[in-house]
T-cell receptor, first 115, second 117 residues
Framework: GALVYQYPRRTICKSGTSMRMECQAVGFQATSVAWYRQSPQKTFELIALSTVNSAIKYEQNFTQEKFPISHPNLSFSSMTVLNAYLEDRGLYLC???????????FGPGTRLTVL | AQKVTQTQTSISVMEKTTVTMDCVYETQDSSYFLFWYKQTASGEIVFLIRQDSYKKENATVGHYSLNFQKPKSSIGLIITATQIEDSAVYFCAMREYRGSALGRLHFGAGTQLIVIP
């Protein structure tokens, strides 16, 4: 079956530092990967959508300079949160989909705490 | 504009009963997909069931089924014979069909389901 792993599951970083999170798809080819952030209030914000070998499309309020994403192959994507501050706290979710699939499968998320 | 609305913040039901969670959506597209996901206490988001807008039959998977009312832009989730482990936050989501690999999900605010033994 389709599985999506994310690493790390939890991370704590000091304000102003950066942290990298990874997303791995197993059992299917993740041609499309979406990164979301879920706030403590449970609302979802789409950060960016990426497709292998295409430009990554960032949503309003999110930039490549702040959230650089790499999607080098059909099973892996990573995102870095640069200069993290309190407002960057939340659960970062990776959702992956294969070209023929309609469902988006999510990883367990990386919970970011900023001190 | 696309929007997904879940008005029920929290629902409590007795174990082994049936529960319905409401969801309405807004879209300009004629083709779209509707999903229900469940988020467990650990934060994990699990795909439950999907309804394609062009299909008239309500989707059913295990003890999950959908009540798709296209004229009302409504996609309710029905869980029959609820179990304790069904306690979670349930999210309704929509994605327009764009014929490409890209396509964002629009999520509702979520409904917390509490199943009481």
């Amino acid at each position: 079956g389709a599985l999506v792993y994310q690493y790390p599951r939890r991370t704590i970083c000091k304000s102003g530092t950066s942290m990298r999170m990874e997303c791995q798809a197993v059992g299917f080819q993740a041609t499309s990967v979406a990164w979301y952030r879920q706030s403590p209030q449970k609302t979802f914000e789409l950060i960016a959508l990426s497709t292998v070998n295409s430009a990554i499309k960032y949503e309003q309020n999110f930039t490549q300079e702040k959230f650089p994403i790499s999607h080098p192959n059909l099973s892996f994507s990573s995102m870095t949160v640069l200069n993290a501050y309190l407002e960057d706290r939340g659960l970062y979710l990776c959702g992956a989909r294969d070209p023929g699939g309609r469902e988006q499968y999510f990883g367990p998320g990386t919970r970011l705490t900023v001190l | 504009a696309q929007k997904v609305t879940q008005t029920q913040t929290s629902i409590s039901v007795m174990e082994k009963t049936t529960v319905t969670m409401d969801c309405v959506y807004e879209t300009q597209d004629s083709s779209y997909f509707l999903f229900w996901y469940k988020q467990t206490a650990s934060g994990e988001i699990v795909f439950l069931i999907r309804q394609d807008s062009y299909k008239k039959e309500n989707a059913t998977v295990g003890h999950y089924s959908l009540n798709f009312q296209k004229p009302k832009s409504s996609i309710g989730l029905i869980i029959t014979a609820t179990q304790i482990e069904d306690s979670a936050v349930y999210f309704c989501a929509m994605r327009e069909y764009r014929g490409s690999a890209l396509g964002r999900l629009h999520f509702g605010a979520g409904t917390q389901l509490i199943v009481i033994p």
